[in-house]
Each structure stands twice: as C-alpha cells, then as structure tokens.
C-alpha cells in the first residue's frame, strides 16, 4: 500500500509539473540529464536512484552514461517482529549488497513526440562493471534468557536463535567492516519520455537488468546464494535537456 502511494504521489508530481509548463512548438534538443527512483523485484520499497547523462549523436540514437545506486535484496528475505520487543528484523540475513553501477550505453528514439502531445518513446541499452559494497547485517540480541537489560549488537549468524533477536543494529552499522565485489550489469529497457517543453523532461522507464559478480554473495547463509542478480525494474525520472 505504502508503494501505492508514493508512486502515486510521484506520478502526480510529475504530471503536475507537464501540466503547468508552457508548450514549445519544437521539440527537438542535443543533451539531456536525469534522475530517477528505482523500484524493482531485488529492492525493497524503493530500490535505490539512478542518474543519467544523455547527448544525441544523430537524430534517432543518443550517447548515455548513467550511475545506479542500488539496494540488493535476497529474493527469501522476510521482515520479522521480536516476540519480545515487536521491532522488525530479518531473520537469517547475515549481509546487504549495495550495488554501484556505472553503466555506458545508447536510446535509440522509436517514437518521436508531436508538437504539444504524444510521448517519446526509446530503447534503451546500458552495460557497465558493478562495484558490490557488502556490509555485515547486525542485529541486537540478548546476552543471556529472561534478561532483557543486557543485550549486545553483533553481525547475524545461524547460530543466533530467532528468541534472543530484539531488532536490527544501529544505522549504517556494519559499513566500516564492508567487503567489495567486483562484476559487470547489462540493462534493456523502454523509455517513455513525457515532457511538453524543451528545457524539462519526466516520464518512466521499465526494463530488465542482469548484475553479475565475481565471486558468489552470501546474502543469507542458510538460503541458496549467488552470484547472478536478475531484477525486473520501474523507474519514475525527471531532468532537463537542451
């Protein structure tokens, strides 16, 4: 529900703001910069941002460099509550990936927009190396049975039993003791550019992107680990071009 709406509070955002800008009667441009929130099937509620730099070679194919921030999830994470304190934790998690994407590609413009209407539609193919920040989850857990006072925050392990786990750790805890992953990202995708003037633009973008590593993540050590990350994904962007 919570995704609901903030898409929905999003698309009005945007659509407010194509609303209330005024027409150009030309819409043709040379470059473009935007940034967008990434929601998508390894994230959570919302996935992580992405921004991209964008120049036209010729009338139908643009140049792209793009950066993705993302938060990796393994696909059988579940959120669960302390029967003790009722703070939310997941159970079996021993890391997150954040996964940093670079990515060098090319939209190839399919549908041109009319002037005062339409949408503008490209392909968009991207590929880059992945850099994969892997940091310890930490939960808070009690130090002894029936004595809640003494507790202690400390990365998550099997040998942890789900009746001594009070929450997660502290924020941004675990990040100072992060591995790094090397590997590369592959992404397709259609862009639906919506804009009615020339210095903005906002719309979305839906593809598949495959992030590949190395070496295998464990993300949650009693589950099947990979090495592969394959994640359908919806981004909401706005910028502007000239």
């Not at 945007?14 to 043709?28: G, K, L, M, P, W």
């Not at 470059?31 to 036209?56: D, Q, V």
């Not at 793009?66 to 029967?83: A, I, T």
């Amino acid at each position: 529900m919570r995704l609901v709406y903030l898409f929905g509070f999003l698309g009005f955002f945007i659509a407010s703001q194509v609303a209330f800008s005024q027409t150009s009667d030309s819409y043709d441009y040379q470059s473009e910069f935007t940034w967008g929130i990434n929601k998508n099937t390894s994230g959570g509620l919302i996935g992580g941002f992405a921004f991209r730099k964008a120049r036209k070679l010729s009338d139908r194919v643009l140049e792209t460099y793009g950066l993705e921030l993302m938060n990796v999830k393994h696909p059988q994470e579940v959120r669960r509550s302390s029967g003790i304190t009722g703070n939310f934790f997941i159970f079996g998690k021993s890391n997150y990936l954040y996964a940093v994407r670079p990515q060098y590609g090319r939209d190839f413009i399919l549908f041109t927009k009319a002037p005062q209407q339409g949408v503008e539609i490209k392909a968009v193919f991207a590929a880059g190396p992945s850099l994969g920040i892997v940091a310890p989850y930490y939960v808070e857990r009690r130090l002894a049975p029936d004595v809640f006072t003494q507790t202690s925050n400390e990365p998550y392990t099997p040998n942890i039993p789900f009746s001594d786990i009070l929450g997660t750790g502290g924020i941004l805890q675990g990040l100072a003791e992060s591995r790094l992953q090397l590997g590369g990202n592959l992404k397709a995708a259609l862009n639906f550019e919506m804009g009615t003037i020339k210095s903005q633009v906002a719309g979305f973008e839906v593809g598949f992107l495959v992030d590949a590593y190395f070496n295998k993540i464990e993300l949650m050590p009693t589950a099947k680990n990979s090495s592969v990350f394959p994640t359908a994904f919806f981004t909401l962007f706005y910028g502007n071009r000239k």
